[in-house]
């Protein structure tokens, strides 16, 4: 025989009744289970995840231009030096 799978419940602090602690809001009072340093918390950490992503994208464009810089150099070198060798 078989068992159902046990979910995670909590006590709605708004009407007393057992919900999954999945739900968002009551279905039963349609209380909010969040808080407002819950989304404090996630507004905070989302935008240190954004920042970190764009930082992240900076340094690679940022290495990309050195990267071609660098080629610059070399191929403007190897010209002055073509430059030198013809007068």
């Known amino acids: 025989m078989e068992f ?13 009744r057992t919900i999954e602690k999945d739900y968002v ?28 992503k764009q930082m992240e994208k900076y340094f690679e464009r940022l290495e ?9 150099v070399t191929d403007l070198n190897a010209l002055a030096l073509s430059a030198e060798m013809h007068k």
């Open 4 to 16: 159902p799978k046990m979910t995670a419940v909590c006590v709605c602090g708004g009407c007393g």
């Open 64 to 72: 990309k231009m050195e990267e071609k810089v660098d080629a610059l």
């Open 25 to 52: 809001f009551c279905p039963w009072c349609g209380r909010s289970r969040v808080t407002d340093e819950d989304c404090e918390e996630a507004i905070d950490s989302a935008f240190e995840c954004i920042e970190e």
